[in-house]
């Protein structure tokens, strides 16, 4: 009974996500967020990126994130890149989405930090 409860949230979660995934890439846009599921054992994180949408006068070519902790265990990603956009009007929603392991210990130097940036034409 309670392996069919589990399986039944972890089931709900992961429609949930899909569900939230879709309408973020339907509103368009350059755009990026993180969030925690498994109680905060994964970090996830969520970059997008759209050519044609005017951030204050620029057009974003690329888009990346980067998951990096110092402790328990270390961790460094790297960037994570989107794929490239081929002009300023090009309409394509490029996005990526990624996940760590988040470190079971507690303080500044096992916490992992989320970073996302765009790079403009």
Same mark, same amino acid.
């Given at each position: ?23 973020? $890439? ?24 759209? $050519? ?7 057009? $974003? ?11 328990? /265990? ?13 002009? /300023?009007?090009? /309409? ?11 470190? /079971? ?17």
């Amino acid at each position: 009974m309670r392996s069919k409860i589990i399986l039944g949230v972890i089931g709900i979660t992961v429609v949930l996500t899909s569900i939230a995934i879709t309408a973020m $890439a339907a509103t368009g846009g350059n755009y990026a967020r993180t969030w925690e599921t498994l109680l905060g054992a994964k970090r996830h994180g969520y970059v997008q990126i759209q $050519a044609s949408y005017n951030d204050y006068g620029r057009h $974003a070519k690329q888009g990346y994130q980067r998951f990096m902790r110092e402790a328990g /265990p270390s961790l460094d990603t790297g960037r994570l890149y989107t794929s490239t956009a081929y002009s /300023p009007s090009d /309409p394509t929603i490029r996005w990526r989405e990624d996940w760590v392991w988040d470190s /079971p210990l507690w303080g500044d130097k096992y916490t992992t930090k989320w970073y996302y940036r765009f790079l403009y034409f």
